[in-house]
């Protein structure tokens, strides 16, 4: 997969690049990341990327002419390597918020556009123009696209295949099956005085299955009950949550 990052601040990119999982599939070339800085396409001497808003107020935006540019050199750079033309994404607030299932349907693409806004924002008719999706990481202000766009291609790098390895073909994440994962213990059996669950060293592998299951339930109920409003149950599974209330009427 090829993701070309328009952005001012490319060095920030070295938090995905450079570290972890996403890092070895970068350095593998499972990833390729491609960066367009707007800078590089100004001008004037001073290299400026920012300008007013007409109408005034406070902030700047982001300059039209070196954005515009370095958005087409982005989408140039695939039709050069007789690559289709991509998707171009902007990452911004006021895009719709995006989940695992969206990350997933992204991650099928082998060539995409990522813009990164900073100050207030682009031009309305750059995004009219240029962009074919907004897409936002939620209801929380952040400083610019780059943070928002690094979480995304972590999020699109570990769906890329034979980057995560044994885990990632396990499928066992959260929001794979919609629920929340059950609680992990480590080391030591004993840690301040609270054991492990004793099921977990009985080497019963259905019976920790099973308990797996009802755990995994039972967080979602306490942590995330949206999510089992939307989840669809097995017979068992409603079984095991019927229980897993009448439990927790029990301890009132
Ligand atoms: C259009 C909103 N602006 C009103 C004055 C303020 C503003 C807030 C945040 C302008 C730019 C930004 C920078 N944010 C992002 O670029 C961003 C973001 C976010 O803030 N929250 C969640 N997801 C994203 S994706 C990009």
């Known amino acids: 997969m090829r993701i070309a990052i328009v952005t001012v601040f490319p060095e920030m990119f070295a938090a995905v690049s450079e570290f972890g999982v996403i890092g070895r599939a970068v350095k593998d070339k499972k990833l390729n990341l ?3 800085n707007p800078r590089n396409f100004a001008e004037d001497s001073r290299k400026t990327v920012d300008d007013k808003p007409f109408g005034g107020g406070p902030g700047m935006l982001m300059k039209t002419g070196p954005l515009v540019a370095a958005i087409r050199a982005a989408k140039t750079s695939s ?3 007789s690559r289709p033309e991509p998707k171009v994404y902007y990452l911004s607030p006021q895009g719709k918020a995006i989940k695992q299932s969206c990350v997933e349907s992204l991650a099928e693409e082998d060539d995409l556009v990522l813009v990164c806004g900073r100050y207030q924002g682009i031009d309305e ?4 123009s240029e962009i074919d999706e907004e897409i936002s990481l939620g209801d929380f202000v952040l400083s610019g696209g780059e943070v928002a766009a690094m979480a995304l291609i972590d ?3 570990r769906c890329q295949p034979d980057v995560l390895g044994d885990v990632g073909s396990l499928n066992e994440d959260s929001f794979s099956n919609g629920l929340l994962h059950c609680p992990e213990y480590t080391r030591p059996g004993n840690f301040e005085g609270h054991a492990v669950p004793e099921i977990l060293l009985s080497g019963h592998h259905e019976a920790i299955k099973e308990w797996r299951q ?9 942590k995330r009950p949206d999510l089992l409003e939307a989840a669809t149950l097995s017979k068992k599974q409603e079984s095991q949550l019927k229980k897993i209330k009448s439990q ?3 301890a009132k």
């Open 155 to 157: 999020s699109l790098g």
């Open 214 to 222: 009802e755990q995994s339930l039972k967080v979602t109920w306490e």
């Open 34 to 36: 491609e960066f367009y």
């Open 79 to 81: 039709l050069e390597n």
């Open 125 to 128: 008719r750059v995004i009219r």
């Open 248 to 250: 927790a009427d029990k």
